[in-house]
């Protein structure tokens, strides 16, 4: 199963872009790259997910290093209510019918204004 | 309703008590999933159903007993709990069991064992 590694904690200005790395350097070719956040004492709530291209969508843009090693969540202009957690995951096989979300720690994002 | 929903939001119960969890999805999902969030612990992984049959016990205390009645429900069914046992579970759907599916999660129920 492929593990993700995250920094704990990251600090951002209102407006500004929040750039938040994950590193999953034993990715599987079929394996997908997830990011959920999680705010305060709520769900999870899903981001955006990708294979092997950049991925946008009306949240963030997901950037993937082209040895699919790496990832990059893009927040184009934080807002305060972006304050949360975030989670790189790597979807692993599950038995032979499907998959898992796999949760690490994530990356604590303060946005502040 | 919309999306998926979860009952009660907060529940306190004693470790001698039998209390049931229940999560309702409206999303036409065949996927459903139970996890577990303890404080300053990555959330884990339950049970997985898929089409109401189970796929996925992950090594989980047979306190803890799940029930899938269709594709809509699922139920966490509580007894004899341990104070340890304190914690916030969520629930999610997904369309499929597929990697490439997106799971949506509940709001979660806030356990207190005393």
């Known amino acids: 199963d492929a593990k993700t590694t995250q920094p704990p904690s990251m600090d951002c200005a209102e407006g500004r872009a929040a750039n938040l790395p994950c590193n999953h350097s034993?990715?599987?070719?079929?394996?997908?790259v997830y990011w959920y956040r999680q705010i305060h004492s709520q769900g999870p709530q899903y981001i955006i997910h990708?294979?092997?291209n950049n991925e946008t969508n009306e949240m963030a843009s997901l950037i993937i290093t082209e040895d699919r090693k790496s990832s990059t969540l893009i927040l184009p202009h934080a807002t305060l209510r972006d304050t949360a957690v975030y989670y790189c995951?790597?979807?692993?096989?599950?038995?032979?019918?499907?998959?898992?979300?796999?949760f690490g720690k994530g990356t604590t994002l303060s946005v502040s204004s | 309703e919309t999306g998926v929903t979860q009952t009660p939001r907060h529940l306190v119960m004693g470790m001698t008590n039998k209390k049931s969890l229940k999560c309702e999805q409206h999303l036409g999902h065949n996927a459903m999933y139970w996890y577990k969030q303890s404080a300053k612990k990555p959330l884990e992984l339950m049970f997985v159903y898929s089409l109401e049959e189970r796929v996925e016990n992950n090594s989980v205390p047979s306190r803890f007993s799940p029930e899938c009645p269709n594709s809509s429900h699922l139920f966490l069914h509580l007894h004899t709990l341990q104070p340890e046992d304190s914690a916030l579970y969520l629930c999610?759907?997904?369309?499929?069991?597929?990697?490439?599916?997106?799971?949506?999660f509940g709001p979660g129920t806030r356990l207190t064992v005393l």
């Open positions: 995951i790597v979807r692993v096989g599950l038995n032979q019918a499907g998959t898992a979300l796999i």
């Open positions: 034993t990715i599987s070719g079929n394996e997908y």
């Open positions: 990708g294979l092997k």
């Open positions: 999610a759907s997904s369309q499929a069991l597929a990697a490439y599916n997106e799971q949506f």
